[in-house]
């Protein structure tokens, strides 16, 4: 019994020490992992202005800042509300700044007023790397295809025949000095289709994806029934304070759609969450610090042109396309936006219409008949009444529209206009596109046309697209410039400004920086035929030969006289003839 | 004879001039048939504006020209219709000059024979008189400046005319019998476009003949003559080469004109055979078949020498003629140059040459008809156009050997007797077996 006892005194013992001493390492082991983790922040918002054509534009933004440096020698691994694919491409390819955006439909600034992020038809991409790439094309042509497999679209087709280097339109947006334009690369796919298959990664890199918050109405079957609907991604380093101590790194994500007044079939003027998107709003994101809508009532302060149901005492003023503009603002992550009825569907009823004119926007559009040339013209409206100011052209056209710039031309209000800096970098043949860079002065209240003469080229016949009679896409061009405000800008970027207004850096309060994309262009090419190449082989070596043995015949052959020679019988006589031993006939 | 050939040069530049004020200049100057990536004016002042703008011209693919026309134009821009007309005159003249002279020697060489009595009796009607060959230096010089390709390759400012221009001065010179000079414009020559290359043969071959240096291979006095021709050629070719470099500060122009005749990048149409066949190629067979191409042009230089090594003179027109039917990116210009033998025609084959020429003349009609259907009308395609490219190659080959074979029986029966009797006594025909 007493050695009973012993024993299990003594395991007991035991237990105890082993305890204390694992609940000593746990101790420990907390104490030592509580690094304090990197910050990151996460805010949604929607804005809805409606147009004065009817139509209504939605533009969502999801921003996420991350106070941490992917460009130190260990590896961030914890990845929290950043999505972690975009957190390695941007170390593993030393990215500074990316900004891709796939866009269906033409944004028709005339009648729809400008937008919060421009972006043209098609596919978009242009990447600021840091100044420690060595080899650019090479870490392009890698992220591309990589991109390609994140957002499931064919930027594989992105090569050096429609990649450029602009020097002067695509300034980085973010922080940084290094402006060596070398670490630049800029490409289009006018061609790219957007769809579901797109969209559904997109939504994957939001933290609450499309379960929570903003992000629930962003069904597919709506969204693409619209006349317009682009979105993209933006990545840069931005400040955090104003003394810029501490950068983080901020993705953007943006997702903008003009609904057609005419879809929804009854015509009358009446917009709802419910209508647009067939989904209404239950909750924000848990993940969001902050998550808003905001609608645009500037327009219509009293409340004459529509109605905004369930009303709102929050009202908020923005500075945002040189414009002060006042919206309404619900706040989602207060629980009484959603009501009684723990959902929210926004309704806006419209009463009457009426125009406006943007200060710049561009036409663009191909001249000229049949398959040998034609002429580019790009037309820019400057709208504003009393004042000028510089835009910055920038056309990237395929090699096989063989640009003359000796043809170009430069006139506005019928006289010519010298542009001050002209960047031209001509084609190189199945290498790389022309890039043309132009640096002109709109006058006020004035339409300048630049027009150059091209020569369409015959392409091999495997270059041809399986539909070559459709036509060759030339992508959008670009003009960027900083338009004169009407108010006076913010240029404080720190301080607590609604997502949308605060996109492009302010740097000086009277003008703000503006990009407007053009048409692209469907150009026809002449095309041989494609069920030939076996004839065509053949008959030209005919011809070939035709002229070798000619020359052959008569460089090989002498004249002789032409024995006549004897006829079967006398042969045949001669053969028995000769047999005999008798001399022939 | 100084003055019917005045009035002939009064008459070609006031038809160009009067060319250049109408509104055809523009429309003739943008027909592929008669410039092309090569020579088109609209490229040179392209190429000019883009050493405006302080970008390279050879940056890009648009401007093929070499360095010294950069800086010949850079000065000469807007002279540019009295250039080439001017480029015209001298071609003529230097033809009519050397067509002159060659006829003196055809003269002398011929009495020698008469006198050693080398030609049969009954051949002396082949035998030219100095009477009948009086105009003929006027009427090469009429056909080439009056000559409806000649004519619309020089409204066009086609710098083919300038080549054709420093082939005929080469022509001149080697005449002549000036060795320093026929080796500049030779190497001038084929600075401009690597074909001319071929005329080295002829060019030593005239010389030699004319120096009576046999053309013995074992003999030290025709190598050492050959060795003095190609120093010459080379190094002119070389100081002009280096010259180029040091124009323009780089080797850029060495691709971009060279590299670009031998590789046929460009495939816009134009009356040769090589824009639909590389359009077409599988891109397997690519290289294969642009090295065929391209030796096809060199190829035939050995055995027209060989064969042709008593006549250099014709033998420069034959390699003309298969320049200008083979190369990569021929035009009319190259055609006219080549028509130049047309003076040597005998009467036993001109029924032949007169049904090939209206062949020739109906497919010149019948370029800008399917080219505007294909083009502008769209209701053809590629291959109407083609198919007149191929029939008009056909044309200019049955031409040249014609005129080779109604050249060569002439020399036969300058040997052997125009009346041929065959062992039976009766009348005889040749055949070339």
């Known amino acids: ?585 | 004879m100084a003055a019917p050939l005045t009035l002939l040069l009064l008459v070609a530049v006031t038809v160009r001039a009067a060319l250049y004020r109408s509104s055809l200049a523009d429309l003739i100057s943008e027909r592929v048939e008669v410039v092309s990536p090569l020579t088109a004016w609209k490229r040179v002042v392209e190429g000019l504006a883009l050493l405006d703008l302080g970008v390279s011209p050879y940056s890009g693919d648009v401007f093929h020209e070499t360095p010294l026309i950069i800086y010949l134009f850079h000065f000469l821009v807007d002279y540019a219709e009295i250039t080439f007309m001017l480029a015209d005159v001298i071609t003529a003249v230097a033809l009519y000059l050397s067509v002159k002279d060659y006829n003196k020697q055809v003269f002398r060489k011929q009495k020698y024979a008469l006198e050693a009595d080398r030609y049969p009796l009954d051949c002396l009607e082949l035998i030219r008189s100095p009477k009948e060959m009086q105009y003929i230096p006027l009427k090469v010089a009429m056909f080439y400046l009056l000559n409806p390709f000649t004519i619309l390759s020089c409204v066009a400012k086609s710098t083919c005319g300038l080549n054709n221009a420093v082939i005929a001065l080469f022509v001149l010179s080697t005449i002549k019998g000036n060795v320093l000079l026929s080796a500049i414009f030779l190497s001038l020559a084929t600075y401009q476009s690597i074909y001319p290359l071929t005329l080295c043969a002829a060019a030593l071959l005239y010389l030699l003949q004319r120096q009576y240096i046999p053309v013995n291979l074992r003999r030290f006095s025709f190598w050492w003559f050959v060795a003095q021709y190609a120093f010459m050629y080379l190094g002119s070719l070389f100081v002009i080469v280096g010259l180029s470099f040091f124009l323009l500060g780089s080797w850029d122009f060495l691709p971009s004109v060279y590299g670009f005749i031998l590789s046929v990048p460009d495939l816009t149409p134009n009356i040769g055979l090589f824009w639909y066949f590389f359009a077409e190629m599988f891109e397997h067979f690519r290289l294969f078949f642009l090295c065929v191409f391209q030796i096809n042009v060199f190829f035939y230089t050995v055995p027209l020498s060989i064969k042709l090594k008593e006549h250099p003179v014709f033998l420069i027109f034959m390699q003309l003629a298969v320049i200008s039917i083979f190369k990569s990116y021929p035009t009319v210009g190259d055609i006219a140059a080549s028509f130049i033998k047309h003076h040597k025609a005998s009467s036993a084959s001109s029924l032949n040459i007169f049904l090939v020429s209206c062949v020739l003349l109906a497919c010149s009609a019948l370029f800008p008809v399917l080219w505007h259907l294909w083009i502008y009308a769209g209701s053809a395609n590629s291959n109407f156009y083609y198919a007149i490219t191929l029939l008009f190659n056909v044309a200019q080959i049955l031409l040249v050997s014609d005129y080779f074979y109604a050249f060569l029986r002439r020399e036969h029966h300058l040997s052997h007797g125009l009346y041929l009797k065959r062992k039976d006594g009766s009348e005889a025909t040749l055949v070339l077996k």
């Open chain 1, 1 to 585: 019994v007493c050695v009973r006892v012993c024993v299990r005194v003594c395991v007991c013992a035991c237990v105890c020490v082993c305890a204390c001493v694992c609940v000593c390492v746990c101790v420990c082991v907390c104490v030592c992992s509580s690094v304090p983790q990197p910050k990151d922040d996460f805010q949604e918002e929607l804005v809805i202005r409606p147009l004065h054509s009817g139509d209504i534009y939605a533009s969502f933004q999801f921003r996420t800042l991350w106070e941490t440096d992917f460009m130190r020698g260990n590896k961030v691994s914890h990845y929290r509300l950043f999505p972690k694919s975009l957190g390695q491409v941007i170390s593993k390819f030393s990215v500074r700044e990316l900004h891709i955006s796939f866009t269906q439909g033409y944004w028709r600034t005339m009648q729809w007023g400008q937008p919060f992020l421009p972006s043209p038809p098609g596919a978009e991409l242009w990447v600021w790397f840091q100044d420690s790439v060595t080899d650019v094309d090479g870490t392009w042509k890698e992220l591309t295809n990589v991109l390609s497999g994140i957002f499931c679209a064919s930027l594989n087709f992105i090569d050096s025949t429609n990649t450029v280097q602009p020097s002067a339109s695509f300034k980085p947006l973010g922080i940084g000095n290094v402006t060596d334009h070398r670490f630049l690369r800029y490409a289009t796919l006018p061609r790219e289709i957007v769809c579901t298959e797109n969209l559904t990664p997109w939504k994957k890199l939001l933290p609450c994806g499309s379960k929570a918050g903003l992000a629930v109405l962003l069904k597919s079957e709506k969204l693409f029934h619209s006349s317009f609907h682009s979105q993209a991604v933006h990545i840069r380093p931005v400040c955090q304070d104003w003394q810029c101590k501490t950068t983080s790194w901020e993705l953007r994500q943006t997702l903008n759609v003009v609904f057609d007044l005419h879809t929804p079939g009854q015509g009358k003027l009446e917009w709802s969450l419910f209508k647009m998107f067939s989904r209404t709003l239950t909750e924000a994101c848990p993940l969001a610090s902050s998550s808003k809508i905001y609608i645009d009532i500037t327009d219509d302060p009293q409340g004459e042109q529509f109605e905004v149901s369930p009303a709102t005492h929050l009202l908020s003023q923005a500075m945002v396309l040189g414009d002060r503009r006042t919206f309404s603002v619900y706040d989602l992550t207060q629980q009484i936006t959603f009501g009684t009825v723990r959902s929210l569907n926004l309704l806006i009823r419209w009463k009457s219409r009426d125009m406006l004119r943007p200060l710049l926007h561009a036409e663009r559009y191909v001249a000229g008949y049949g398959l040998q040339t034609g002429e580019i013209h790009t037309l820019m409206y400057n709208n504003h009444p009393y004042r000028s100011f510089p835009v910055l052209l920038l056309d990237s056209v395929p090699w096989y529209l063989r640009l003359y710039i000796h043809t170009l031309t430069v006139t506005s209000k019928g006289k010519d206009n010298k542009p001050s800096y002209i960047h031209y970098q001509p084609s190189k043949d199945r290498v790389r596109p022309h890039l043309l860079e132009m640096l002109v002065q709109l006058p006020p209240n004035s339409v300048t046309e630049v027009t150059v003469q091209f020569e369409r080229a015959l392409l091999k016949w495997t270059e041809y697209t399986p539909d070559p009679n459709h036509g060759f896409y030339v992508g959008s061009s670009v003009i960027s410039s900083l338009v004169p405000s009407i108010v006076a800008m913010d240029t404080n970027s720190t301080r607590e400004q609604p997502l949308f207004s605060s996109f492009f850096p302010c740097k000086e309060e009277s003008s703000y920086f503006m990009r407007v994309y053009t048409e692209p262009l469907l150009v026809n090419l002449p095309t041989p035929d494609f069920s030939m190449p076996y004839n065509v082989i053949c008959l030209t070596c005919t011809v070939v030969a035709v002229g070798y043995g000619s020359l052959y015949n008569l460089l090989t052959r002498s004249f002789q006289i032409e024995e006549p020679s004897p006829g079967l019988a006398k042969r045949i006589a001669n053969i028995i003839r000769k047999m005999r031993g008798v001399p022939p006939l």
